[in-house]
Each structure stands twice: as structure tokens, then as C-alpha cells.
């Protein structure tokens, strides 16, 4: 009912990518995988994939996908940037092994990697929300300490701190381009 109210109001036949949006604890992954099959098989999506799932779950869901016959998860949406690499140690290797490409949100970790946010100015000289919370986890000493190796690196290459971070995000072998 939600991807046919959304096809409505996106005034469309079909999604092209589906994505089913953090842990659901109260379905079981069998109904949810099943689900997501009955909207390809339907014509209503195309390609299916999860929004940070740990990787174990992604896995189980895989494994029957695959056992199913069911159209495999293609894509992952997930947090990844410079100072926040956690999915490397099991999502990626995950996704490599099973063909699902990464697709990255928040590369710019809530814009602290965009080089404005320093020891001197944490706040960026603003009043924004990276002000008055953490909106993402980050060893904020490490991060500040990465800005200024990535200023560095911008000036050899004509390049923004922003740019820079993206460019080595597009160098993971995960990440969907």
C-alpha cells in the first residue's frame, strides 16, 4: 500500500530502487524479502536494497533471496565518510561478496568534513546544528585533525576539503558510482 501510495504521488508506473529503511523488530525478514518481491515480480520496482541494516541481517535476507529464487538486494544506503568508517569492517566486505553497491548518506559527516569546522571555529562561525549536538558520531580531535590533512591535500590538487572527501569515497570499491 505505501510503494502504491508513493508511486501515485511521484506520478509514476514504477521506483527504480526500493529500499527498505532500518531494522523492522517486529517482521520477520522472511515477510519482508517477500514483500519486496511481490513489488518486483509486480512491476511496481525495479531493483530492491536496505537502509542501514547490520550487516548480518542484510545477509540472512540474501541467503533467501537466493534460496527463493527472489530478486537480490542490489543496493545498501548507509553512512560512510571519512570519519565514520564502521561499515568497513562487516557491511562492505558484506556487499563486495554479495554484489550490493553502496550508496553513501551523509559523505560530508553533516557537513564537517566541508573544512569550515575547525579547533579555532567548532562551529563553523554559525549557529547551525553541528553547534549544538553531534548529529553523527565522530572523534571530533581526529576529525579536526583529518580537515587539515585534507586542506593540505586540496591545495596540491586545486581541491576543497568537501572534494577531497567525496573523491576518496568514490575510490572505495563498495560504493556505487
Same mark, same amino acid.
Given at each position: 500500500?505505501?510503494?502504491?501510495?508513493?508511486?501515485?504521488?511521484?506520478?509514476?508506473?514504477?521506483?527504480?530502487?526500493?529500499?527498505?529503511?532500518?531494522?523492522?523488530? #517486529?517482521?520477520?525478514?522472511?515477510?519482508?524479502?517477500?514483500?519486496?518481491?511481490?513489488?518486483?515480480?509486480?512491476?511496481?520496482?525495479?531493483?530492491?536494497?536496505?537502509?542501514?541494516?547490520?550487516?548480518?541481517?542484510?545477509?540472512?535476507?540474501?541467503?533467501?533471496?537466493?534460496?527463493?529464487?527472489?530478486?537480490?538486494?542490489?543496493?545498501?544506503?548507509?553512512?560512510?565518510?571519512?570519519?565514520?568508517?564502521?561499515?568497513?569492517?562487516?557491511?562492505?566486505?558484506?556487499?563486495?561478496?554479495?554484489?550490493?553497491?553502496?550508496?553513501?548518506?551523509?559523505?560530508?559527516?553533516?557537513?564537517?568534513?566541508?573544512?569550515?569546522?575547525?579547533?579555532?571555529?567548532?562551529?563553523?562561525?554559525?549557529?547551525?546544528?553541528?553547534?549544538?549536538?553531534?548529529?553523527?558520531?565522530?572523534?571530533?580531535?581526529?576529525?579536526?585533525?583529518?580537515?587539515?590533512? #585534507?586542506?593540505?591535500?586540496?591545495?596540491?590538487?586545486?581541491?576543497?576539503?568537501?572534494?577531497?572527501?567525496?573523491?576518496?569515497?568514490?575510490?572505495?570499491?563498495?560504493?556505487?558510482?
Amino acid at each position: 500500500a505505501e510503494c502504491e501510495a508513493s508511486l501515485r504521488r511521484l506520478g509514476t508506473d514504477y521506483i527504480d530502487v526500493y529500499l527498505v529503511h532500518k531494522v523492522d523488530a #517486529l517482521t520477520p525478514v522472511e515477510e519482508t524479502v517477500e514483500a519486496l518481491e511481490t513489488l518486483v515480480r509486480t512491476g511496481k520496482v525495479r531493483y530492491v536494497g536496505f537502509s542501514n541494516w547490520p550487516a548480518w541481517l542484510a545477509a540472512k535476507a540474501v541467503g533467501i533471496q537466493r534460496a527463493r529464487g527472489y530478486s537480490q538486494f542490489r543496493g545498501a544506503e548507509m553512512y560512510y565518510s571519512l570519519v565514520g568508517r564502521d561499515l568497513e569492517h562487516e557491511v562492505v566486505p558484506f556487499c563486495l561478496d554479495a554484489g550490493v553497491g553502496v550508496m553513501v548518506w551523509s559523505p560530508l559527516a553533516g557537513g564537517f568534513l566541508s573544512g569550515k569546522y575547525t579547533r579555532e571555529q567548532p562551529k563553523g562561525g554559525s549557529n547551525d546544528r553541528l553547534g549544538g549536538f553531534d548529529f553523527l558520531p565522530y572523534d571530533r580531535e581526529r576529525g579536526f585533525a583529518l580537515i587539515e590533512v #585534507l586542506k593540505a591535500i586540496g591545495v596540491v590538487h586545486g581541491a576543497s576539503p568537501a572534494q577531497v572527501a567525496i573523491a576518496w569515497l568514490l575510490t572505495r570499491p563498495a560504493v556505487a558510482s
